[in-house]
């Protein structure tokens, strides 16, 4: 949702109520997990974050956590041509043929969600799991769990505008696509109360 403005209102949003929308009415859900990280870049971004993290705990949503990285990275002009121009910059031909600059980078997060659909499928945490991503890089765990456990299920849950084929066709095309009534149906009272003394509003910017 950070990167489409049309669906940053949706962003106070209950997990745990999303996932009881997705889920028949014969299936009982036991936890949802949010694998999520932390910007290091904007302390304001940040604090928005562990607030809305801390109104996910009041409904049992366990969060993981994973790490952004700062990380270099080169552009080279002739073997990824520049699609969209700067209404600064119009001809591409004065900028040099690479250019390295550096950026920030998730990281852990697919590890993590891997990681978690191994070990709670040993542990016999769930029947059913439903992976809310369009990350492919966590297929071929699906793939390993699948091979071990011949009766577990798994559902791909796309996120509004993303796909994934790999992904999709390890859980036998078992597919959800996230629409933006679920993301409405689906949002946190504001403001959550925590406690007698303590409650957390939806951030303005959110709105």
Not at 12 to 34: F, G, K, S
Not at 49 to 71: D, N, P
Not at 164 to 189: F, G, R, T, W
Request: a negative charge; glycine letters at 2%.
């Amino acid at each position: 949702m950070d990167n489409n403005p049309q669906y940053k209102k949706y962003k106070w949003l209950n997990l745990n109520e999303l996932a009881l929308n997705m889920i028949p009415d014969n299936e009982t859900l036991e936890q949802v997990l949010y694998f999520t990280a932390y910007c290091i870049w904007d302390k304001e971004k940040k604090e928005k974050h562990k607030k809305y993290v801390e109104a996910l705990s009041k409904y049992g949503i366990h969060t993981v956590r994973g790490k952004f990285l700062r990380v270099t990275k080169r552009f080279n002009k002739c073997s990824m041509p520049i699609t969209d121009m700067s209404p600064v910059i119009t001809d591409s031909s004065i900028l040099p043929d690479e250019i390295e600059y550096q950026t920030y980078e998730e990281k852990k997060t697919d590890v993590n969600i891997a990681t978690k659909i191994v070990d709670y499928a040993y542990k016999g945490k769930y029947d059913h799991a439903y992976i809310v991503s369009a990350d492919g890089d966590i297929a071929p765990a699906i793939e390993m769990v699948k091979n071990e456990f011949s009766d577990k299920k798994f559902t791909a849950v796309l996120p509004i505008g993303y796909s994934n084929q790999y992904l999709c066709q390890v859980c036998e095309m078992n597919v959800i696509k996230i629409e933006e009534s679920h993301l409405k149906d689906a949002q946190l009272p504001d403001p959550v109360i925590i406690s007698e003394d303590k409650s957390i509003s939806k951030p303005p910017s959110w709105n």
